[in-house]
């Protein structure tokens, strides 16, 4: 072997991780496929052997060493093209190996191009690819700029390994508190959970596998330097951190944070939390866009309807109506009367504890109700005239100056 080609080799070896057994054979199936091309009249019976000591290449036809000056050019060439293409196999197994180990872990990379539906992050060895999909809405992407990135999937393809990444996937934010935390990379404090919408706000529940740890107190950091790294990396990204506890009631009033409990109803064969908060700890509850409860449920598992004191007191005045019924109704997730005027007959009747015909009567009363309001709004309008249209509307004739006159008014007469 020249020299040149061996130090090729080794440098192939030392900078593109291909092993040098996998070379040796990407040369051994090379030069086969030049003699079986070069020399198809002495069929197909050739083998190579190369010695690992002084890299020299011993070509066989028979098991016996065979020579040919005619072996010159093209078979050379036809040699460098497999010996090319097969360290090109062998170093995107390499790194197809590489990057699959990494899979649900987070890579730094630098911004290479940034395109209309993607980024493209250059990693040295190879590219990856952050789609538009995958992408925070409040990260901001220039080229040259060095990012972190969650490793979604690794794909193999005929231009080598696809690999996607994503800054919006929740386990994103659960990698960056492992990295970030030292209890959570020793395995004191476990992350159970993560409900994220990217961009926006996260909440991550928490336990402590030791009970004299504060699994809170550990995320959030001295003076919250932790989390504020965290939030930093999100480009401002809210995060609530939640303790997590088996008793689902206790969980979900934590996953409910800030908003403060009155009442929990719980259906747990469907997974359904009806919460009773105060009138003025409903926004709060709900939060933005309705923000703060979907979170919640994401992050439980459960379905969570929120309803204030005052929403709870609508349904109650339903007319006639069974207090059994109107259980049945909150229980089927009707919590007021807008969701009762919303409903078919047919769908009432689905709701367990209700028939056709209670669903026609619960029905019929919150019409009737409906109606009322109507009505009292309506009185409540005619009440706010102003004060000047009324005492025009009942001005005695007498007292109305005349229009139909053109003769000036008579002024009083001077003493």
């Given at each position: 072997?020249?020299?040149?080609?061996?130090?090729?080799?080794?440098?192939?070896?030392?900078?593109?991780?291909?092993?040098?057994?996998?070379?040796?054979?990407?040369?051994?199936?090379?030069l086969?496929?030049?003699?079986?091309?070069?020399?198809?009249?002495?069929?197909?019976?050739?083998?190579?052997?190369?010695?690992?000591?002084?890299?020299?290449?011993?070509?066989?036809?028979?098991?016996?060493?065979?020579?040919?000056?005619?072996?010159?050019?093209?078979?050379?060439?036809?040699?460098?093209?497999?010996?090319?293409?097969?360290?090109?196999?062998?170093?995107?197994?390499?790194?197809?190996?590489?990057?699959?180990?990494?899979?649900?872990?987070?890579v730094?990379?630098?911004?290479?191009?940034?395109?209309?539906?993607?980024?493209?992050?250059?990693?040295?060895?190879?590219?990856?690819?952050?789609?538009?999909?995958?992408?925070?809405?409040?990260?901001?992407?220039?080229?040259?700029?060095?990012?972190?990135?969650?490793?979604?999937?690794?794909?193999?393809?005929?231009?080598?390994?696809?690999?996607?990444?994503s800054?919006?996937?929740?386990?994103?934010?659960?990698?960056?508190?492992?990295?970030?935390?030292?209890?959570?990379?020793?395995k004191?404090?476990?992350?159970?959970?993560?409900?994220?919408?990217?961009?926006?706000?996260?909440?991550?529940?928490?336990?402590?596998?030791?009970?004299?740890?504060?699994?809170?107190?550990?995320?959030v950091?001295?003076?919250?330097?932790?989390?504020?790294?965290?939030?930093r990396?999100?480009?401002?990204?809210?995060?609530?951190?939640?303790?997590?506890?088996?008793?689902?009631?206790?969980?979900?009033?934590?996953?409910?944070?800030?908003?403060?409990?009155?009442?929990?109803?719980?259906?747990?064969?469907?997974?359904?939390?009806?919460?009773l908060?105060?009138?003025?700890?409903?926004?709060?509850?709900?939060?933005?866009?309705?923000?703060?409860?979907?979170?919640?449920?994401?992050?439980?598992?459960?379905?969570?309807?929120?309803?204030?004191?005052?929403?709870?007191?609508?349904?109650?005045?339903?007319?006639?109506?069974?207090?059994a019924?109107?259980?049945?109704?909150?229980?089927?997730?009707?919590?007021?009367?807008?969701?009762?005027?919303?409903?078919?007959?047919?769908?009432?009747?689905?709701?367990?504890?209700?028939?056709?015909?209670?669903?026609?009567?619960?029905?019929?009363?919150?019409e009737?109700?409906?109606?009322?309001?109507?009505?009292?709004?309506?009185?409540?309008?005619?009440?706010?005239?102003?004060?000047?249209?009324?005492?025009?509307?009942?001005?005695?004739?007498?007292?109305?100056?005349?229009?139909?006159?053109?003769?000036?008014?008579?002024?009083?007469?001077?003493?």
């Amino acid at each position: 072997m020249s020299q040149e080609l061996l130090s090729s080799l080794e440098y192939i070896e030392k900078e593109k991780g291909v092993s040098r057994e996998v070379l040796f054979d990407a040369i051994r199936h090379a030069l086969i496929s030049a003699c079986r091309k070069s020399f198809p009249e002495y069929g197909e019976d050739f083998d190579v052997q190369i010695d690992p000591a002084t890299f020299r290449i011993q070509l066989l036809r028979d098991g016996k060493p065979f020579q040919d000056p005619h072996f010159g050019r093209i078979a050379a060439q036809t040699a460098k093209q497999v010996i090319i293409q097969k360290i090109r196999e062998a170093q995107r197994d390499s790194i197809f190996d590489e990057f699959t180990g990494k899979q649900g872990d987070i890579v730094n990379g630098t911004v290479h191009r940034v395109e209309q539906r993607a980024i493209i992050v250059d990693f040295g060895k190879t590219e990856g690819i952050l789609p538009a999909r995958e992408m925070s809405p409040v990260d901001q992407y220039r080229q040259g700029n060095v990012i972190r990135a969650y490793v979604v999937e690794v794909n193999r393809t005929a231009r080598g390994p696809e690999i996607i990444l994503s800054r919006s996937h929740p386990e994103f934010v659960k990698k960056l508190f492992e990295l970030e935390v030292p209890e959570i990379a020793d395995k004191l404090v476990l992350i159970k959970g993560v409900a994220r919408e990217a961009g926006s706000r996260s909440k991550v529940a928490v336990v402590s596998s030791d009970p004299k740890i504060d699994c809170v107190g550990s995320c959030v950091g001295v003076r919250g330097q932790r989390v504020k790294n965290i939030v930093r990396e999100l480009e401002g990204e809210k995060i609530d951190i939640v303790p997590y506890s088996e008793n689902i009631e206790e969980f979900i009033k934590s996953a409910m944070s800030p908003a403060e409990i009155l009442t929990m109803k719980m259906d747990p064969a469907r997974k359904i939390a009806d919460l009773l908060v105060k009138d003025d700890q409903l926004s709060l509850a709900i939060g933005k866009r309705g923000q703060n409860v979907r979170l919640a449920s994401k992050l439980v598992g459960w379905t969570i309807d929120v309803r204030s004191e005052g929403q709870r007191a609508a349904l109650d005045q339903l007319k006639g109506v069974d207090p059994a019924l109107i259980d049945a109704l909150k229980a089927g997730g009707i919590l007021s009367i807008k969701d009762v005027l919303k409903s078919s007959p047919e769908e009432l009747a689905h709701i367990p504890g209700l028939t056709a015909e209670t669903a026609k009567q619960i029905l019929q009363a919150a019409e009737g109700l409906k109606a009322e309001k109507a009505q009292a709004e309506a009185e409540k309008s005619a009440e706010e005239i102003p004060a000047e249209e009324k005492a025009e509307a009942v001005k005695p004739e007498a007292e109305k100056p005349s229009h139909s006159s053109s003769e000036p008014l008579a002024q009083p007469e001077k003493d």
